[in-house]
Every structure is written in structure tokens, then in C-alpha cells.
């Protein structure tokens, strides 16, 4: 039977206590379509059955007596929601501990990718670049991918662990709460004659509708806010509870749009009439079992996981640029040297032993593993620099000749054998160095012997025809066999500039 509190001290005191109060229960014609819903208080009802408590129960009526099996189906559906939940948070933690295990790689992946453009700022990319590339394309770089996700993967783990702890679990079994007898009153019949007309207009609101807007929603919340008043004033205490929790639901749905920027709202909020009803609904059911829902979070962030992971292997290459692909020696395995390309297909090298290179040459859409898997080298085919700096053979004060050639890469296989781009670039210099000391040398022999020694006039025609010079001396460097089996022709015209040193 349902006690009546004597005092307000002994109703704190069986309010501290889920078993000291009975749980109520009320059927009332409010649902969707005509169907009927049992009012209770959700809140208490969790809190029993977080408990495994067996608190006596009773179902109020109208004169004929309602469906008991009906308070069966919502406390077993109570206990199966609570186990399910508290279950989706433990998954959701275990997401999270491998999302946060994981992120150190998925880190270092991403700093490597970003290495590849950062090396073709001038200046400071190389260096950058090199830097951002340890910690993605070697494990040994893996430290500072490790400091730079250690405050998110803490933040993932604690939030994780904050939602297990304040989630129940039921503890009994769905059957636990249908030990107690279920007593049957007919004491409801003045409350729901009064609240006839206000059920016809709320089951009239919902009915026949999937999802409501929000302006429907606040007139629903009105209509409960009403009916909790009613509840009040005939001591129907689950009708209470129920009441309060559906217009608190539907004016949260009721809400105006936030607004983005000046002018610009998000999409009003709109609320579906099954999500919020289901607790109070005895014919509804879970739509996804516990046992499929628990592998499907898992599921879902490892394989978010993966996705992201393989995503970063994909790369564009534009017509003048080229990549090398450097398996890394601490994590190579038969394939991860190999490369899809858009339209192509899959390459690999023959040799997938340790050290192996891949070449690639755009344009195209690739993909390859991401680091630190291999480590990436983006190689510019055209306008490479190549400065060289020597002295000027003049007989006034020392002078220095700074000459800055460009050159094109014409054979990538011829290219590659010299090395990373960075050595090529450097032992081009280096002979374009030596030549163009001798060649000068021996301009400058030739002018002493024509002005008859003349070490004015030979100065002056070494400043004014160093144009001219430059340009012959790149014709000659382009037909000379020793360049161009380097896979290189160097562009005429290059920029020079004479200055003391």
C-alpha cells in the first residue's frame, strides 16, 4: 500500500531511502495514436534498480484494473537500459584508452605529411621539415608525438572514466524488481476524469507524428506543465514526476535556434516524439541489442582509428614535382614500400628488403603508407637552385662572383643516383664550380694577352661581359657529358652579382 508521510522530517528521511517509498505507477491515455503510457518517476525507478531493491509497488487505476504485465515491461526495460548504458560508457572508455594509445602514431603520421610542403618554404622549411620529419618517419621520433598527445589522451581517459562513474549499472537481473507483489488501487478515477480533456489535447499533439518543432513542443510543455499542477492537487505523485520530466524534455526541444553569426541561426531543434516517450512507453523496445551495440562502439573507434590512419597516406603530385619514398627500417614488412596510384595501380619495389627506395613522378593522385611507416622526400623538378660562389680574377681589390644557376631535372633514374635532392643540388654546385673556374681562367688569359696586359681595360671587359660569359659558359655545361648524365639541363641566363669580399 502507499505510505502516507506523517511529518516532513519521516518524508526526508523515506526520500533518502529508494525502498521506503513504494514505486507508483498510473496508466494514462496520453500516447501517440491512442495508446496509453505509465507514469512513474524515472528518476526513483533508476535509483531502485541501480540498488537491486525490491520496494513494494503499486499500480493506481480507474475502476477497471489496468494491465500489470505492462509495469513488468517498463521495470525490465528500466534494467536493460541502465545495464545497456552503463556498458556503452565501459565501451566508450575502452574507445577512448585505444584512441588515446593510438594517438602518439597518428601524431607522428601527421607531422611527417606536413613536413613534405613545409620543405619548400625558403629560408627555414628544410630545417623545419627535417625536424617535423624524425618524428614522423622514424620510431625514433616518436617522442615528441608522444609529449604533443599526452594532454589530450589524459583529457580522453579522464572524461571517459568521469562518464563511467556517474553512469548506474543495474546490478540484478531484469526479473529482480518482479518479486514483490503487485497491489492493484482503484483510486485514480478522480484525477484522470479531471484530466480527461487535457490527455485527449496532449495525445492530440502527438499523435500520428514522428518529430515535432519546436513551436509544437513548447505548446506540449505546456500542456504537461498543466497536467503536473493537476497531478499535484489529487496527490498522484507518479503522475507528478512523469509530467515534470516530459515538459523539462520538451521545452529543452522548444528552444529558439542559436545563432552562428549576425543574421545566421543553426537549425531549430526539433524533437522525436518515440526518443522522448520511451521510458513511459510499455510497447517500446531497444533498437539495437546490448551485445551488438558494445562490439559496434569498439568497432567504430578502431575503425575510425585505421581510416584516419590510411588517410594520411594519400598524397598529390603535381607534373613538376617527383617523391621519394624511404621504407623506415624499424617498421618495414613486405608491401610498405608500394604505391597506388589513382588510375594506375599498385607498384611496388622489386627488393622489399631494408633501404629500398620508391620513385614517383606526378601529376597524380598516390597513396602510400603513411609514416612512420616510410618517410617522404618531395623533389621539385624545375628551377633547382644552384649557387655558386668564386673569385673574381681581377687585379684590384678581392672580389667575389656569386652566380645563382637553375637547372631542371630532365632524368629522374640519372637524379636519384646522386642521392637526397639536398646532395644533388650541393655536388651540381660543385661542378659547375670547377668549370666555370676554368672557363673564366682561361677568359681571363685570353683578355691579357689581347689588351697587352692592360689589368684596367681587363677588369672592365670581365664586369661588362659576364652576361655573355655566363650564357656560353651554360651552353657548353649543357653539351658537356659529365652534367648531363646527371639527368640535368641548366637554364641560360642566370642571376650574378659582383661583390667584395
Do not use: C
Not at 504537461?224 to 516530459?246: G, I, S
Not at 623538378?381 to 668564386?390: E, I, K, M, S
Amino acid at each position: 500500500m502507499r505510505a502516507e508521510p506523517s511529518s516532513a522530517a519521516s518524508m526526508t528521511s523515506e526520500r533518502d531511502d529508494p525502498a521506503a517509498i513504494p514505486l507508483d505507477y498510473v496508466p494514462i491515455p496520453a500516447g501517440p495514436n491512442g495508446s496509453v503510457l505509465i507514469a512513474h518517476d524515472r528518476h526513483r525507478l533508476r535509483q531502485v534498480a541501480g540498488r537491486a531493491l525490491i520496494p513494494a509497488r503499486t499500480l493506481r487505476v480507474d475502476a477497471v484494473p489496468g494491465d500489470a504485465s505492462a509495469v513488468d515491461r517498463i521495470e525490465a526495460k528500466a534494467v536493460r537500459g541502465m545495464r545497456r548504458s552503463g556498458r556503452h560508457v565501459r565501451a566508450r572508455l575502452w574507445a577512448h584508452v585505444i584512441a588515446a594509445v593510438g594517438l602518439p602514431f597518428l601524431v607522428a603520421a601527421l607531422l611527417g605529411l606536413s613536413s613534405v610542403p613545409i620543405r619548400n618554404v625558403p629560408a627555414v622549411g628544410a630545417t623545419v621539415a627535417d625536424f617535423l620529419g624524425s618524428a614522423g618517419g622514424s620510431l625514433g621520433g616518436l617522442p615528441l608525438a608522444v609529449v604533443i598527445s599526452l594532454l589530450p589522451s589524459a583529457w580522453l581517459i579522464r572524461r571517459a572514466h568521469g562518464r563511467v562513474a556517474a553512469r548506474p549499472l543495474a546490478r540484478g537481473a531484469e526479473s529482480a524488481l518482479r518479486v514483490a507483489d503487485l497491489q492493484v488501487r482503484q483510486d485514480a478515477g478522480p484525477f484522470l476524469a479531471a484530466a480527461d480533456g487535457l490527455l485527449a489535447d496532449i495525445g492530440g499533439l502527438m499523435g500520428g507524428r514522428a518529430r515535432i518543432d519546436g513551436q509544437r513542443a513548447l505548446r506540449l510543455a505546456t500542456r504537461f506543465d498543466r497536467l503536473k499542477q493537476l497531478a499535484a492537487h489529487y496527490n498522484q505523485d507518479a503522475v507528478q514526476a512523469f509530467a515534470a520530466d516530459m515538459a523539462a524534455q520538451f521545452r529543452r526541444a522548444g528552444q529558439p535556434p542559436r545563432r552562428l553569426i549576425p543574421g545566421l541561426y543553426a537549425r531549430r531543434n526539433s524533437a522525436h516524439i518515440a526518443s522522448v516517450i520511451a521510458p513511459y512507453d510499455p510497447a517500446s523496445r531497444s533498437r539495437v541489442p546490448t551485445f551488438l551495440s558494445v562490439p559496434a562502439i569498439l568497432l567504430l573507434g578502431a575503425l575510425t582509428a585505421v581510416v584516419t590512419f590510411l588517410a594520411a597516406g594519400v598524397f598529390r603530385l603535381s607534373a613538376d614535382d617527383a617523391l621519394i619514398l624511404l621504407q623506415n627500417e624499424a617498421a618495414v614488412f613486405p608491401g610498405s614500400g608500394g604505391v597506388f596510384a589513382l588510375g594506375k595501380g599498385f607498384d611496388q619495389p622489386e627488393d622489399p628488403g631494408l633501404g629500398t627506395l620508391s620513385v614517383l613522378q606526378g601529376p597524380g593522385l598516390f597513396w602510400s603508407w603513411p609514416q612512420p611507416v616510410t618517410d617522404r622526400r618531395l623533389i621539385n623538378l624545375t628551377d633547382r637552385a644552384a649557387p655558386v660562389t668564386l673569385i673574381l680574377p681581377t687585379e684590384a681589390e678581392p672580389e667575389d662572383l656569386v652566380v645563382d644557376f637553375q637547372y631542371d631535372v630532365t632524368d629522374l633514374t640519372a637524379y636519384i643516383r646522386l642521392g637526397v635532392p639536398e646532395l644533388a643540388d650541393r655536388l651540381i654546385a660543385a661542378v659547375l664550380q670547377e668549370g666555370l673556374t676554368q672557363l673564366l681562367g682561361s677568359w681571363r688569359d685570353s683578355l691579357v694577352t689581347e689588351h697587352g696586359g692592360d689589368n684596367a681595360t681587363v677588369n672592365e671587359e670581365l664586369r661588362s661581359g659576364m652576361d655573355d660569359f655566363l650564357n656560353q659558359f651554360v651552353d657548353i655545361a649543357n653539351a658537356n657529358e659529365r652534367l648531363t648524365g646527371l639527368g640535368i639541363i641548366v637554364k641560360p641566363r642566370p642571376d650574378f652579382n659582383i661583390q667584395r669580399t
